[in-house]
């Protein structure tokens, strides 16, 4: 059965109650489609529209008896399917789910591949009630961009005031957010030449909040501009305190597509560097392939600037956006960073090890470095270095840590 047009909410609630008073439980999943509007504009409004039928249609296909799917928005499901007996389970729903992207769309005769993240709260297990069990399965689906597979089983119950943009204004403005640094190694030296930098929300009485849940919420809220001015600031003075304690290593900032579309941000960078004294090489931008293609024009004119002024460019998470490969042309990339979904297990599955293989290749022919993101054991990292990779980070080379705690021991380790 698929309603269309309905509060996810209100189909929930006589479904919660029902599985509560039978001792069953039931799993929420949460479908969000990504890169819409961007292939709204390259391939034209009957294109998305064709392509969001057959969506519907091929997750209608998988729904047993008792199931329900909900049009939350465009490119936006809900799933609710009864008799789920735990987490794994869950998970196993939602590979189901991810599996039914794996094959192109025919939209309006074009071959086009969607990218879905899925999110899973399960009743009883992370609560009773209706909207919340909604909000956490939203919350894992926010949460499941940030993971190899794009699957998140909800980890822990929200609160029901939840994060919103006033909480992280306050943190903003009153220091709740600090920078961690985590590695990044020269695989043929084995050495760490640097870091990127991530940010973390410590709150008060929330305690630690995700990335994937409070950068959307800069995103969707017009915060985005306060947070990228933190999160440049917050960088360059990392850089800049490194110098003074006698460490010379370069430090990465990923900005997302929403804050890269921000008006004047090639003047904010720039000016950052001057208020810090920080040396234009010293910086590291990474964009995402949804920045890239967001608008290409105005892109490639912000790059070519600061890549003029010395501040090197990464494309981040190549290969799991629908950018084509003749764009990279219009960039002034020096670096080129291989998601970790192709990393990640890349021993086990020749085809990931392949693509990893001719995408480290293909960045060198382009006269690009390559970082390997998601290098997890000390086997894929032998084999990157077979493979003439020049770079990688992952927690086989170091977790991410407070900047002040990674460089104290960075100055009390030297790399070898």
Same mark, same amino acid.
């Given at each position: 059965?698929?309603?269309r047009?309905?509060a996810?909410a209100?189909?929930?609630?006589?479904?919660?109650?029902s599985a509560?008073?039978?001792?069953?439980?039931?799993?929420?999943?949460?479908?969000?489609?990504?890169?819409?509007?961007?292939?709204? @504009?390259?391939?034209g409004?009957?294109?998305v529209?064709?392509? &969001?039928?057959?969506?519907a249609?091929?997750?209608?296909a998988?729904?047993?008896p008792?199931d329900?799917?909900?049009?939350?928005?465009?490119?936006?499901?809900?799933?609710?399917?009864?008799?789920?007996?735990?987490?794994?389970?869950?998970?196993?729903?939602a590979?189901?789910?991810?599996?039914?992207?794996?094959?192109?769309?025919?939209?309006?005769?074009?071959?086009?591949?969607a990218?879905?993240?899925?999110?899973?709260?399960?009743?009883?297990?992370?609560?009773?009630?209706?909207?919340?069990?909604?909000?956490?399965?939203?919350?894992?689906? &926010?949460?499941?961009?940030?993971?190899?597979?794009?699957?998140?089983?909800?980890? $822990?119950?929200?609160?029901?005031?939840?994060?919103?943009?006033?909480?992280?204004?306050v943190?903003?403005?009153?220091?709740?957010?600090s920078?961690?640094?985590q590695?990044?190694?020269?695989?043929?030296?084995r050495?760490?030449?640097?870091?990127?930098?991530?940010a973390?929300w410590?709150?008060?009485?929330?305690? +630690?909040?995700?990335?994937?849940?409070?950068?959307?919420?800069?995103?969707?809220?017009?915060?985005? $501009?306060?947070?990228?001015?933190?999160?440049?600031?917050?960088?360059?003075?990392?850089?800049?305190?490194?110098?003074?304690?006698?460490?010379?290593?370069?430090?990465?900032? %990923? /900005?997302?597509?929403?804050?890269?579309?921000?008006?004047?941000?090639?003047?904010?960078l720039?000016?950052?560097?001057?208020?810090?004294?920080?040396?234009?090489?010293?910086?590291?931008l990474?964009?995402t392939?949804?920045?890239i293609?967001?608008?290409?024009?105005?892109g490639?004119?912000?790059?070519r600037?600061? %890549?003029?002024?010395?501040?090197r460019?990464?494309?981040?998470? +190549?290969?799991?956006?629908?950018?084509?490969?003749?764009?990279l042309?219009?960039?002034?990339?020096?670096?080129?960073? @291989?998601?970790?979904?192709f990393?990640?297990?890349m021993?086990?599955d020749?085809?990931?090890?392949?693509?990893?293989?001719?995408?480290i290749?293909?960045?060198?022919?382009?006269?690009?470095?390559?970082?390997?993101?998601?290098?997890?054991?000390?086997a894929? /990292?032998?084999?990157?270095?077979d493979? %003439?990779?020049?770079?990688?980070?992952?927690?086989a080379?170091?977790?991410?840590?407070?900047?002040?705690?990674?460089?104290?021991?960075?100055?009390?380790?030297?790399?070898r």
């Amino acid at each position: 059965m698929i309603t269309r047009n309905t509060a996810m909410a209100d189909v929930l609630a006589p479904k919660v109650a029902s599985a509560l008073a039978e001792g069953q439980s039931l799993g929420i999943v949460c479908i969000g489609m990504q890169g819409l509007r961007r292939l709204r @504009i390259h391939a034209g409004y009957a294109a998305v529209d064709e392509l &969001l039928r057959q969506s519907a249609e091929r997750l209608r296909a998988i729904l047993r008896p008792g199931d329900e799917m909900i049009e939350l928005g465009s490119g936006d499901y809900g799933l609710v399917l009864a008799g789920l007996k735990d987490s794994q389970h869950a998970l196993l729903a939602a590979a189901r789910v991810q599996r039914q992207f794996e094959q192109p769309f025919d939209a309006a005769g074009q071959p086009v591949l969607a990218m879905v993240s899925v999110g899973v709260a399960m009743c009883p297990e992370h609560g009773d009630e209706p909207e919340l069990l909604c909000r956490q399965a939203e919350q894992a689906m &926010l949460q499941a961009r940030y993971e190899p597979d794009r699957m998140l089983v909800c980890k $822990s119950r929200i609160t029901p005031t939840g994060v919103d943009p006033a909480d992280l204004l306050v943190a903003i403005n009153e220091g709740q957010l600090s920078m961690w640094l985590q590695p990044i190694l020269d695989v043929r030296r084995r050495r760490v030449v640097g870091a990127e930098a991530l940010a973390r929300w410590e709150h008060p009485t929330k305690g +630690f909040i995700s990335p994937g849940v409070f950068i959307p919420v800069a995103e969707g809220s017009g915060m985005i $501009s306060h947070f990228t001015r933190w999160s440049v600031n917050a960088c360059l003075q990392q850089v800049s305190e490194a110098r003074k304690q006698g460490l010379d290593f370069p430090i990465a900032l %990923n /900005l997302s597509a929403t804050a890269f579309a921000e008006r004047g941000l090639v003047e904010q960078l720039l000016g950052g560097l001057t208020l810090w004294d920080v040396a234009p090489r010293d910086l590291v931008l990474e964009v995402t392939e949804t920045a890239i293609v967001a608008d290409v024009r105005r892109g490639a004119n912000q790059l070519r600037q600061l %890549n003029a002024a010395g501040v090197r460019v990464s494309i981040d998470d +190549f290969g799991v956006g629908n950018a084509s490969v003749s764009y990279l042309k219009e960039f002034p990339a020096t670096e080129m960073k @291989i998601d970790q979904s192709f990393v990640t297990g890349m021993l086990g599955d020749l085809r990931s090890l392949q693509i990893v293989k001719a995408m480290i290749g293909f960045a060198h022919q382009m006269g690009m470095r390559v970082v390997a993101e998601g290098v997890e054991d000390a086997a894929t /990292l032998e084999a990157l270095g077979d493979l %003439n990779c020049n770079l990688a980070q992952g927690w086989a080379i170091g977790k991410p840590k407070p900047a002040a705690e990674y460089m104290a021991e960075l100055k009390a380790e030297p790399p070898r």
